[in-house]
């Protein structure tokens, strides 16, 4: 994984994520990629996945109204033009968020490096801007 940071937007997988979402007029990419995750759930869904799950849930979190501070251009101009997401889709952001959290090659990764609690941190923020 090509990462500069700890940030959710800090690494090459989550940059090519979002450069391909501009491709998109629908929700359809962002659902694929968080069902991607939650399918894997019981299995162990490798890091480049994860980080493209982890900013399609910022996505998502954009779209209700609270993107990150670092929110790329590309998701707020994709957000300007969509309405509020689904409980349904939120439900399956945070989902898959959990997952990457409780097991995933990206949380060992992350687990391996010194900026593992600032990872955790960020994955945390991003919850709480995911309501039930």
């Not at 391909?20 to 869904?45: C, F, V, W």
Request: charged content about 30%.
């Amino acid at each position: 994984m090509g990462a500069w940071g700890y940030g959710n937007f800090e690494n090459d997988d989550a940059m090519d994520w979002v450069a391909d979402l501009e491709g998109y007029s629908d929700d359809g990419m962002i659902i694929d990629t968080l069902n991607t995750i939650i399918d894997q759930a019981d299995d162990y869904p490798e890091a480049p996945e994860c980080s493209g799950a982890v900013v399609a849930a910022e996505a998502v979190a954009a779209l209700l109204g609270e993107p990150h501070e670092d929110c790329p251009d590309e998701i707020d101009a994709w957000v300007e033009e969509r309405t509020s997401p689904s409980a349904t889709l939120v439900a399956k952001a945070r989902q898959a968020v959990e997952v990457i959290m409780s097991n995933s090659e990206l949380k060992d990764l992350w687990q391996e490096s010194e900026d593992f609690e600032a990872w955790q941190s960020s994955l945390e923020d991003l919850l709480t801007r995911l309501p039930y």
